[in-house]
């Protein structure tokens, strides 16, 4: 398990210059799931390359973490460089249920507000495991709904209201997390690997459905990362066997994931589109 010093938020150091504009400066970027774990080191990498940020969550318990990361935003120097005397926060916080149609739609709205613009890029990075890790015979009909609720449909929405909403004619980008299982296909996590394959199946259609707005849709699908997700449930045993499967003989980290979030959310990724790009350091 990380020890409490190794949880503390790390901002990516940013290289900003005072004559070259950022990769994403000044385009807004909606996070879901951003208060902890990939979302949040996504978010804080959007933030480096020169975004505005929402921050994203769903429950009242991770509130202060969700601060926190708008804080480090905030008070980082390539925000102080790049805010030009603007009183506006360039990231804020925006508690919301990706599953529910009107919160989501409040999300948009509450961000166009806030930064007088529209919005250019969506990562869905919310989402849920059942960490009791069932096979399918044991899977209770509820888990699998509340799986399903929140990722598959907690999706469906976030594409939905991003490919109605998003800034068409260049910079629109709508980025969904996925997962490795669903190459890998292990026992007893089904009704998560199915969420997640019909996640990667949406994403690959909406690609083409966005024809001629200029905004680009992929999936980043990583394996096994060191969050609360990935440790809830497990022995020690059972990590050590993840660990041993990889052919780097290591779990990954957030910091292995968003940097390729960030180059999906720049320009220069433009030719990359309805793709599901996996990062897992080879383990399927
Ligand atoms: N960690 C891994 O090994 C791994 C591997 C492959 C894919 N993924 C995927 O990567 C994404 C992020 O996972 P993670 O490991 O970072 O998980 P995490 O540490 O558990 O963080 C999940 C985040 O999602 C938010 N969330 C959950 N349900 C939500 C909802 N209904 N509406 C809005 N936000 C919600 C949580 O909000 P609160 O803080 O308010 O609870 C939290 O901020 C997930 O989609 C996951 O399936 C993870």
């Given at each position: ?223 096994p990362i060191a ?15 993840v660990i ?6 290591r779990l990954g ?32």
């Amino acid at each position: 398990m990380a020890s409490e010093s190794e949880n503390q938020i790390q901002i990516p150091s940013p290289s900003p210059s005072l004559s070259q504009p950022q990769p994403l400066q000044d385009r807004v970027a909606i996070v879901t799931g951003s208060a902890r774990g990939i979302g949040q080191a996504i978010a804080l990498h959007l933030g480096s390359l020169g975004a505005k940020l929402v921050i994203n969550h769903t429950s009242s318990k991770s509130t202060h973490e969700a601060e926190l990361v708008a804080s480090q935003i905030n008070n980082s120097l390539s925000s102080s460089l790049n805010n030009n005397n603007n009183n506006t926060p360039r990231a804020i916080t925006i508690r919301a249920d990706v599953s529910d149609p009107t919160q989501l739609k409040s999300l948009f709205d509450k961000a166009e507000e806030a930064f007088n613009s529209p919005v250019h890029i969506l990562v869905n990075s919310a989402g849920i495991i059942d960490s009791k890790y069932p096979t399918i015979a044991n899977t209770s009909l509820e888990d699998f709904d509340n799986i399903f609720r929140v990722n598959a449909r907690g999706a469906f929405l976030c594409c939905k209201e991003a490919a109605n909403r998003i800034k068409r004619g260049g910079g629109g980008r709508i980025i969904l997390l996925s997962s490795s299982l669903v190459g890998a296909l292990k026992p007893g996590a089904a009704a998560y690997t199915a969420s997640k394959a019909a996640v990667e199946t949406m994403t690959k259609i909406l690609a083409k459905e966005l024809k001629g707005t200029r905004i680009t849709a992929n999936c980043v699908a990583p394996g096994p990362i060191a969050t609360e997700l990935f440790f809830t449930g497990k022995t020690e045993e059972q990590v050590k066997r993840v660990i041993e499967e990889s052919p780097l003989n290591r779990l990954g980290e957030t910091k292995d994931v968003a940097p390729l979030v960030g180059f999906l959310a720049t320009d220069a990724s433009e030719w990359v589109n309805g793709q599901v790009i996996r990062v897992n350091g080879g383990y399927v």
